[in-house]
């Protein structure tokens, strides 16, 4: 049974730093990617930040320069610093494993159930 677990979610201050961290278990597929999505009050959800395998990253122009995406292949863990947090970085945080079956070539999509992030002071 697959299991993606977030945490390290919680209130902030603007200008203050939070990190995120995800677990992924029981994926019998190759992973070749890991990322974070948010989802804010009244909004869609969007992608924030993912990393493949090969350690190939990208982010939404919003949190470029202020959040930082990494990942431990051994652990099938992915973290995201979030740094300089803004009252517009509001959301739940919800983390997507992306696997692949070699042979058949199907790709599988995983959800956390994530976390809160709220910044306000």
């Known amino acids: 049974q697959v299991q993606v677990v977030e945490s390290g979610g919680g209130l902030v201050q603007p200008g203050g730093s939070l990190r995120l961290s995800c677990a992924a278990s029981?994926?019998?597929?190759?992973?070749?990617?890991m990322g974070w999505f948010r989802q804010g009050p009244g909004k869609q959800r969007e992608l924030v930040a993912t990393?493949?395998?090969?350690?190939?990253?990208n982010y939404a122009d919003s949190v470029k320069g202020r959040f930082t995406i990494s990942r431990d292949n051994a652990k099938n863990t992915v973290y995201l610093q979030m740094n300089s947090l803004k009252p517009g970085d509001t959301a739940i945080y919800v983390c997507?494993?992306?696997?692949?079956?070699?042979?058949?070539?199907?790709?599988?999509?995983?959800w956390g159930q994530g976390t809160q992030v709220t910044v306000s002071s």
């Open positions: 997507n494993v992306h696997a692949k079956d070699i042979q058949t070539e199907f790709e599988f999509d995983y």
């Open positions: 029981g994926v019998i597929f190759s992973i070749s990617a």
């Open positions: 990393i493949t395998s090969g350690s190939t990253t």
